[in-house]
């Protein structure tokens, strides 16, 4: 094998190992709690919930659903102090659920798979959630978390 070869090979070796790299700095594991890219951005979430038998008042359970471009439902309210549940759903592209200011953030999902984050709304207030994935949130994939008192 020639020099040339040799470093064509070398080259193109690199190449591939960074592409790895990039892909899976961009694509989240489909388990876990915590956000592989920000550790820091808890695995719990929140939508408009229902009392089920058996379930204390303080729990709240959602299930919102995610295509290209928007979430359903696109409101969720709940009360100061409540445990929240959501189970984000994706049914169209890869998406994720992130809500910034109570450190809410589902792993990046693709088509039919779905990631669960729990969490204490802590804080009174209105509160966007939306994909972060490209220009999603700006293409209109958001919604509104309500935490009354």
Do not use: W
């Not at 090979?9 to 892909?23: D, H, P, R, S, T």
């Not at 961009?26 to 592989?36: F, I, L, R, S």
């Not at 953030?105 to 669960?116: L, N, V």
């Amino acid at each position: 094998m020639s020099n040339k070869n040799i470093a064509t090979a070398i080259v193109a070796l690199i190449i591939v190992v960074i592409g790895v790299l990039i892909y899976k700095a961009n694509v989240a594991p489909t388990t876990g709690t915590q956000d592989a890219a920000n550790p820091s951005l808890a695995k719990e979430a929140t939508s408009t919930a229902s009392t089920l038998p058996g379930e204390s008042a303080s729990e709240k359970k959602f299930t919102v659903t995610g295509k290209n471009y928007s979430f359903t439902p696109s409101a969720l309210t709940v009360k100061q102090g409540d445990k929240v549940k959501i189970t984000f759903k994706n049914t169209d592209g890869t998406h994720d659920l992130r809500i910034d200011e109570l450190n809410v953030a589902t792993k990046r999902i693709k088509t039919g798979q779905e990631d669960t984050v729990i969490f204490t709304a802590d804080k009174t207030g209105t509160f966007e959630f939306y994909c972060s994935v490209g220009r999603h949130r700006e293409m209109g994939m958001k919604g509104m978390l309500t935490v009354e008192k």
